[in-house]
């Protein structure tokens, strides 16, 4: 087996630093992650959200419920730090 | 691995508190936060239930199943205390 | 860790009084709670079920899947007990 | 703890009996309840669907997913048996 | 507890025999179990497929996932072989 | 009990041979079936993705999540090797 | 039993390799594959989405939540790497 980044190292290496969360349905978050568990619940701090008509909100502490995270990003800071080439 | 805050300690920390909860559908919830347990299932007091047409309905005590919760913010105090900036 | 109130010991208060339960999806059901388990499953005696459309139908004692249940309202009876401040 | 009448228990005193049962879509079942398990997996016999277009299907032995059940109603004999107030 | 017939002790019954699938989406199946496991996964032989449009496909042998399989009808032969009776 | 297929078992028999998996959604494949597991993650080689829309992609090797899949059918060959007799 | 490809076996092999993903919704990503779990979470690196309106976006390190996803390619380059023969 070749040498590995194991998904939880990645998030463990991620606390400290700004993250990128996608969930299932349309939200999507930047923060600071402050913490996960097994279950990759997440808490995050200074977070943006990100709604699906473009709204932003500012929320200073959330948890998200690890459940409905589809995908994370290191180092993101939301849709507008992401590079669209099509 | 840094410091970390983890998910049910930041949980832990609200019992007491105004909390803000979204959940997995359309609803959102204002509380005081009495208790909850390893599935997140939560006990609030004082609630106020945002519905997505804007209604309010003030409900003295609920309990949330942890399942059907998408995310919980600290302090929140519902839709309206969030600092849009978009 | 402040003294709390789990969620389990709430409906276990709750045996024997009125509760207002909100399924996932669109039914709700006001009724005195007579059992539950573990998985939250309930029964309710006396129970009006409300449908979105409105309607309400009476049944004597009704089981209900606990993976089903969004919230529970210990005293609630039903949509028209609770105060709308919009 | 209040005397309780559990979950597992009302379940079992229908068989032999009539009950009525929606399931999580649109299908309602009334018929004899011969038999259960712990998934709440049910075999009906001498058994009507109801099917959200208003239509009747006679069916004289079945099982259901207990995953898919949203509610039991013991003695019920379908959307036909039940009062509506509204 | 009365004498009763067990869900899986109907599935064993039926193998051998022709059996009518009704699965969570739309399609149905009918064809003659021969085998399943604990999960109510099934392997049927000599199959009919009902699409929601009406249209038919034969299948000489499938398995079936048990997760999406809402109900189990012994004995049947599709649509077609139930009575209606609204 | 009769003599029974088991499910696993047939889906053992069919390493090495052509399969048509139907996914929960509007996916279905065709391939020769390469491996899988005990949750019926399954590996397949030259494959043939059926869209809905009727296009169809040819794949090398794939592999598809269990959970996802709702039917897998021996032998088969695609929607167009089914015999339609509606 | 034939000599098989197991499914995480497959996983492994791509480790250090090109991949494409198939999510349940309508993502779809192609990256270098530098580490997974037991639950097929899987941490991928030289990242590009793929959205359903035809727009793509690239990402340096993505963590992709295994109960999300719906087929993995080896050696995929995305949608436009396949062939189309419909």
């Keep these: 087996m070749a040498s590995q980044l194991l998904p939880l190292e990645l998030v ?3 606390v400290g630093s ?4 996608v969930m299932k349905g349309e939200k999507e978050f930047s923060g600071t992650l ?4 097994d279950y990759v619940n997440m808490v995050l701090e200074d977070v943006t959200e990100y709604e699906s008509n473009g709204e932003q909100v500012k929320l200073k502490k959330i948890l998200l419920n690890g459940n409905n ?3 994370l990003i290191p180092g993101g800071d939301g849709p507008s730090g992401a590079t669209a080439v099509s």
């Design 12 to 14: 463990d290496k991620c």
């Design 18 to 21: 700004r993250i990128w969360v």
């Design 34 to 37: 402050v913490g996960f568990d």
């Design 69 to 71: 995270i589809c995908m």
